[in-house]
């Protein structure tokens, strides 16, 4: 006999853990260096915008399936589907959801094992000596990535955590551990940004951020708006969806799709002025890539009085933004098995957590340790190596292609009464919000995703 299905203890319970989901790397690395790169204010206001035209409807959406059929992706697109036009082949949707949790965790988690390396480095003194010497933070990062074994073991440290907490289940492992890391999460980024306030940056940083010039705007910003609005949100894959079908039937759905989107820009709004307040202080230029969080960063932190505090509290809460993140992505592939294959939770989540360790090493050895891993392009010379392959291969093809055919069949083939029916319970929510909801589902949401996809086959642009 199944186990009855877990549940969250309560609104807050669901809105901490998807929201603990939604804040990652994405938020705290990738949104940095992206804004950064696309010269801040504009770019800012465009991604608010898609956050709102774009993330919030299909983050309802996703909690719409999941809380309607009570399983996970594959599972709920097959009930939901029934009868529907298209039938059974929506469950490839669901099949994609869990491929693309399969394959982002093998190298989400590599990074997030940087982030323990670090951490233990502030805390020993070592990261100091490092940064303190010109170029040698370079070098050091540089031969660390290329280090086979140090990979793998970061790779499989992060994943004994991660299995940890889906191991224990909905209420006492993934809630749990939300509700332990995220407001601390939330209390070390608000001591870092209180601090970051009284540096000479501090001024510079907010301009940069919130005065928009929208002559620096190119097609390309827009698309990276709202690819990213995808990645830091969790939408595309189900992660969302199978959070939500552990959501109570009496708590508002659309109440808590905002609280998810709101705490996740703010962090991200956040991490941009602790990070840009220290580099304009320091008028650092600011290194592409990886090499924002993991080598500009630590430079600047010792630049400061304090610098092996802010560098390890830094690092631990970059940890704990990954840890919840890597737990959703482990949660998809995991309730799969347990839904669809009858496992019991232990064996779903040791037996997948193992299987994505194992093919996480092809990725771990991507880096620079094995040349023809490091090596293999087959999707184009810029995305060379597993590791640049996978990555391109979810941010620019599984997960906006997830978030169209999401946005699709909740839009059109779902008919108005069952998403209603669904959004109404326990939202005191009017009718008209619920109007404004269906018109982004059915329109704004797929042109803006098919847009994306468009230019990403057709002017050969990407999200990165
Ligand atoms: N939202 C996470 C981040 O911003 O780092 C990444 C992510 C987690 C994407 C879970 C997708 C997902 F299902």
């Known amino acids: 006999m ?100 399969f394959v982002i965790l093998s190298y989400y988690s590599i990074v997030a094992g940087w982030t323990l390396r670090y951490t233990w480095m502030a805390l020993s003194g070592s990261l100091g000596r490092i940064a303190t010497q010109p170029g040698a933070l370079d070098a050091f990062f540089g031969n660390y990535v290329a280090d086979g074994g140090a990979q793998i073991l970061g790779n499989g440290l992060f994943m004994l955590l991660t299995v940890g907490g889906v191991y224990f289940g909905v209420k006492a492992g993934i809630e749990r551990v939300a509700r332990i890391l995220m407001p601390l999460l939330v209390m070390i980024l608000l001591a870092l940004a209180v601090y970051a306030t009284t540096t000479a940056g501090f001024p510079r940083a907010v301009a940069f951020l919130f005065r928009p010039n929208f002559s620096e705007l190119t097609n390309h910003s827009i698309l990276e708006a709202v690819g990213h609005a995808f990645f830091t949100l969790s939408l595309g894959m189900g992660a969302i969806l199978t959070y939500g079908s552990y959501m109570g039937k009496t708590e508002s759905i659309p109440m808590a799709g905002l609280a998810i989107a709101i705490i996740d820009t703010i962090i991200a709004i956040l991490a941009c002025i602790v990070m840009f307040s220290i580099i304009f202080t320091f008028d650092m230029g600011v290194s592409k890539s990886a090499g924002i969080l993991f080598t500009t960063i630590p430079a600047v932190f010792y630049q400061l009085a304090g610098g092996s505090w802010i560098a390890a509290s830094f690092y631990v809460l970059v940890a704990f933004a990954a840890l919840t993140s890597t737990i959703s992505l482990l949660e998809v592939v995991s309730s799969y098995a347990i839904d669809e294959l009858g496992w019991s939770r232990h064996q779903a989540t040791l037996t997948m957590g193992l299987a994505i360790f194992v093919f996480g090493i092809l990725n771990a050895l991507s880096l620079g340790a094995n040349a023809t891993l490091s090596g293999v392009a087959p999707l184009g010379k810029t995305h060379a190596g597993v590791f640049n392959t996978l990555d391109y291969l979810a941010s620019n093809w599984m997960l906006p292609v997830g978030g169209l055919f999401i946005a699709i069949f909740t839009g059109w083939v779902m008919s108005a009464r069952d998403t209603w029916d669904e959004i109404r319970r326990g939202s005191e929510g009017s009718r008209t919000l619920y109007d404004v909801w269906r018109v982004l589902i059915r329109f704004t949401a797929p042109i803006a995703v098919g847009a994306i996809i468009f230019s990403i086959i057709f002017l050969g642009m990407e999200y990165q």
């Open 2 to 101: 199944a186990a009855p299905r877990g549940q969250w203890s309560g609104k807050l319970g669901f809105i901490l853990a998807a929201a603990g989901s939604a804040v990652g790397l994405g938020n705290l690395w990738k949104f940095p260096y992206i804004t950064y790169e696309n010269h801040g204010g504009a770019f800012v206001l465009v991604y608010l915008c898609a956050v709102a035209l774009v993330g919030i409807p299909i983050m309802i959406a996703e909690i719409i399936l999941g809380r309607r059929s009570q399983l996970s992706p594959v599972g709920a697109f097959g009930k939901l589907a029934k009868g529907l036009p298209g039938g059974k082949a929506w469950q490839g949707l669901g099949f994609l959801g869990v491929s693309a949790g």
